[in-house]
């Protein structure tokens, strides 16, 4: 079972930038798709965007051109580079591991709260 353990989340200022870490504790650089999904208090969580093993990326339409995802596969860490930050992003983000070949084999972090407030 692939633990995943996100970092970096906090309180910042709307326009402003934070940059989310997952780490994972096996090597995912030919196994999984890596994703981040948020969910805000009283919403569903939603799919932020993800970044195959190609390091082909994917994004939610109201993050475009705002937040980049990328994964070092020798650190077996995967980022969330947000910038200009709106308060509607606030939520808890979650780091996501799907493998590649076995659908069942799909896990999550424990979150990290982002609050983006003046």
């Known amino acids: 079972q692939v633990q995943l353990v996100e970092s970096g989340g906090g309180l910042v200022q709307p326009g402003g930038s934070l940059r989310l870490s997952c780490g994972a504790s096996e090597s995912i650089g030919n196994r999984y798709t890596m994703g981040w999904y948020r969910q805000a208090p009283g919403k569903q969580r939603d799919l932020v965007g993800t970044i195959t093993i190609g390091g082909s990326t994917n994004y939610e339409d109201s993050v475009k051109g705002r937040f980049t995802i990328s994964r070092d596969n020798a650190k077996n860490t995967v980022y969330l580079q947000m910038n200009n930050l709106k308060p509607e992003d606030t939520a808890v983000y979650y780091c996501?591991?799907?493998?590649?070949?076995?659908?069942?084999?799909?896990?999550w972090g424990q979150g990290t709260q982002v609050t983006v407030s003046s």
């Open positions: 996501n591991a799907k493998h590649v070949l076995f659908r069942n084999r799909e896990y």
